[in-house]
């Protein structure tokens, strides 16, 4: 079982199911060939079992040949939340971090060809790396944060979280009106565009204003 750990607290929470939401900034969409939808965008899962934490290594797949960085908003979902209202969404989250969403886009395009499921180049073993969480008692979102990620000090991925379509308490609502969100889950609210290939070697650092920072390596 994994833990989350936090900035200002020693609260053991372990690590519920991981909810990702996918195309929700249209620029992303846009280099990926798709469309951003004006109703909610993809959701898919990633297991808590494929959690590293900032200063730890991703480890490439030896079956891909086209791994992407996809830095993101994640939101910790403090408390049960279902067919929440945007009161009850917005206070079901009680904290932030910084996320990355590894992804095996050479397996996920194959699969979208035959209209497979997504899973395998979601997820795998360090599939998704997390910051500390800063929790909303200590920080209050603005909306407007800035994200990014370098990459070897080459900045790859530099908007602002405003750009997303769907703002953190609508993901929520959205995602509570379809399955019950427990205590330790985490939402990753999506990525802007930049994405692109890394290969062993690479060393990323991923950042939200005022939220953290998250570095991290890709080993073979």
């Not at 206070?91 to 932030?96: L, N």
């Not at 910084?98 to 060809?113: I, P, S, Y």
């Not at 204003?209 to 073979?220: A, D, L, M, P, R």
Request: with cysteine.
């Amino acid at each position: 079982m994994k833990y989350l750990k936090f900035k200002n607290s020693d609260e053991k929470v372990p690590i519920g199911k991981l909810v990702c939401v996918g195309r929700n900034y249209a620029a992303h969409a846009k280099e990926l060939g798709g469309e951003a939808s004006t109703e909610f965008p993809i959701i898919f899962l990633k297991p808590a079992s494929n959690v590293i934490f900032s200063g730890e290594s991703v480890i490439h797949p030896p079956y891909s040949e086209n791994l992407h960085h996809e830095v993101e908003l994640v939101l910790y979902i403090g408390e049960d939340i279902k067919n929440g209202t945007d009161e009850q969404a917005e206070k079901a989250i009680h904290g932030y971090t910084v996320g990355l969403d590894m992804t095996l886009r050479d397996l996920q395009f194959k699969f979208k060809e035959k209209g497979d499921p997504w899973t395998l180049a979601k997820c795998f073993d360090t599939a998704a790396v997390l910051g500390d969480v800063v929790l909303k008692k200590d920080y209050q979102l603005r909306g407007d944060e800035n994200i990014s990620l370098s990459v070897n000090d080459t900045v790859k991925q530099n908007t602002s979280i405003s750009n997303m379509i769907f703002n953190a308490a609508q993901c929520v609502k959205h995602i509570s009106s379809r399955m019950t969100l427990e205590k330790g889950d985490l939402i990753f609210t999506g990525t802007p565009e930049g994405v692109g290939r890394v290969v062993p070697g690479d060393k990323l650092f991923g950042e939200i204003e005022n939220i953290g920072t998250i570095v991290t390596q890709i080993s073979k």
